[in-house]
């Protein structure tokens, strides 16, 4: 648990001196997530029907840019190497480095998404109800990533062959996390599709990372 | 039972697989070929029109059979892939790689005879219902897999990849099938199921399956096939394939 | 057997360009796959045969 802790730490505070790269993400949320108005029209009955959508699917790509960084820098300079070797279980380690990720790449949409969730004309409780989902989704998408970030370490064409490989795996959590927000919205009650979200979580907290470290152990050979 | 097994763990090398994929071929294509005659024959002839949907039924008799053949191709795979992951055995894999193509040609005939079948019966080409939309995404998976195989140099790491990818996928199906059929039946509208034939006549059955026979064997013809090509290319510095083409 | 004329059959009762399309697509697609299958091997059996007689050639220039 030490190992983990300190993994999570140390992917922090590296990330923390280039602060740059966090905050491209961030800022891509923003912007894409804005353009849509722009481009669609400002009816705000539209607007509203679709923003639970288009935070999603915004959310989804900003967790894709941060992924290929998620081991790339460790694999070059050999940490991940020394990681693979060291006493502690590299099933340990890779979780810690997924949960730096999430807090990094997936909790910054968290909190954001209610501020942007106005500009599309979202109540409170509609607000409330897609930052839970995106709290429990966002986990999600950083650990499905994480196993298409460890897959195509080191391989051509990374970048974009990650996200043909983990978009697909997405669209589930895509479908509950959005449709929580309509179903709100609908008066229908978002309990059923938080819940089904959560337990995904729950199984990909349980399979991720240990799909993940079989994946860079391959990388690795 | 010993023997046997060490009989059967003979053809997991690619050298003695090579010659016998060979000899299988033929019979694949032959029991093809009348699979898919029976079946054409009893899908134009013999299976009479239906009541709603007229003569332009008659696209079940592809449609169904490629859709049926691109899921149980991606559950093949994965078995291969599995296999290969866990005994290292090397034609697990290429089995694996040489099925992909295969499946993904399936899963695109089965969105394009979809779509075909949409037009005269819904009134549009592409309909978001849960079935279509399921298959679109699994033609997505087998694209991700071909393409991760394709971008790796190392062919034993490209299989052992390609295999946790594939294993990824087959846990995953049944949730983005689950997941897709809720979003279907929460924006309701567009639910006319296309595959409920409720007075589906026995004849129609029996064509049905024919026709899926036929692409089975097909699949497996091709399979057999393109593994072929894929050891040739894999073990080419190896001294039994220098003699094995003579 | 419904059809009265071979015009009959292939109009498929007004659903031609449906039906003859996904027959279509699927003939040529399903023939299509095994010829290209066919040229890769051929391919790998042709790189091979070359290969095999680089080497016979090398062999010889070494003891002539």
């Known amino acids: ?86 006493p502690s279980s590299l099933g340990l380690l890779v979780a810690g480095k997924i949960l730096a990720h999430w807090l990094l790449c997936g909790l910054p949409l968290v909190l954001l998404a209610p501020v942007l969730g106005l500009q599309f004309d979202l109540d409170a409780s509609a607000l409330g109800i897609l930052t839970l989902a995106l709290l429990l989704g966002t986990p999600l998408l950083s650990l499905i990533g994480a196993i298409g970030a460890a897959l195509t370490l080191g391989v051509r064409g990374g970048g974009v062959l990650l996200a043909l490989l983990v978009l697909p795996l997405y669209i589930p959590a895509l479908i509950f996390g959005a449709g929580a927000v309509e179903a709100h919205i609908a008066g229908l009650g978002a309990g059923g599709h938080l819940s089904l979200l959560a337990a995904m979580l729950a199984l990909a907290v349980f399979f991720a990372p240990w799909a993940t470290t079989a994946a860079l152990r391959i990388a690795l050979e | 039972m010993r023997q046997s097994i060490v009989h059967w763990f003979k053809f997991a090398s690619p050298q003695s697989f090579y010659p016998l994929a060979g000899r299988m071929i033929p019979w694949f ?171 589906m006549a026995q004849t129609m059955l029996w064509g049905m399956m024919l026709m899926a026979l036929a692409f089975w064997m097909y699949s497996i013809a091709m399979a057999l096939m393109r593994v072929r090509a894929i050891i040739l290319e894999r073990e080419r510095h190896t001294e039994w394939v220098k003699h094995a083409v003579e | 057997m419904q059809w009265n004329s071979v015009g009959d059959f292939f109009a498929m009762g007004g659903y031609a360009l449906y039906v003859w399309g996904s027959f279509g697509a699927c003939a040529l697609l399903m023939i299509a796959e095994p010829f290209l299958a066919r040229r890769r091997l051929s391919e790998a059996r042709r790189l091979l045969a070359r290969e095999r007689l680089a080497d016979e050639l090398d062999l010889q220039q070494k003891n002539p």
Request: aromatic share 12%.
């Open chain 1, 1 to 86: 648990m030490n190992a983990l802790l300190a993994t999570v730490r140390r992917d922090i505070l590296l990330a923390l001196r280039r602060k740059s790269e966090v905050l491209t993400a961030v800022f891509f949320f923003v912007i894409v997530t804005s353009l849509f108005p722009l481009g669609i029209g400002p009816e705000p009955v539209l607007l509203k029907k679709i923003a639970p959508g288009i935070l999603w699917v915004a959310a989804l790509l900003a967790t894709l840019l941060g992924l290929p960084r998620l081991f790339a820098a460790d694999h070059v300079d050999g940490t991940l190497e020394q990681m693979a070797l060291s």
């Open chain 2, 29 to 199: 294509w032959a029991a093809a070929a009348i699979f898919g005659i029976a079946g054409l024959w009893i899908s134009f002839f013999v299976a009479p029109t239906d009541a709603q949907q007229g003569e332009g039924y008659r696209i079940i008799f592809v449609h169904v059979p490629a859709s049926w053949m691109s899921m149980f191709i991606y559950l093949v795979m994965a078995f291969w892939a599995g296999l290969g992951l866990a005994l290292n055995t090397r034609v697990s894999g290429m089995m694996a790689q040489a099925l992909a193509p295969t499946g993904a040609l399936m899963a695109a005939l089965s969105l394009l005879t979809g779509a075909l079948w949409g037009k005269p019966m819904w009134g549009a080409w592409w309909v978001w219902d849960a079935r279509l939309t399921s298959e679109l995404i699994l033609f997505f998976l087998y694209l991700g897999f071909m393409a991760l195989q394709a971008a790796i140099d190392d062919p034993r790491r490209a299989d052992k990849a390609g295999a946790i990818l594939a294993l990824v996928g087959v846990v995953n199906i049944p949730i983005i099938y689950f997941s897709v059929k809720w979003w279907n039946t929460l924006h309701q509208g567009s639910t006319i199921n296309l595959n409920k034939a409720p007075s």
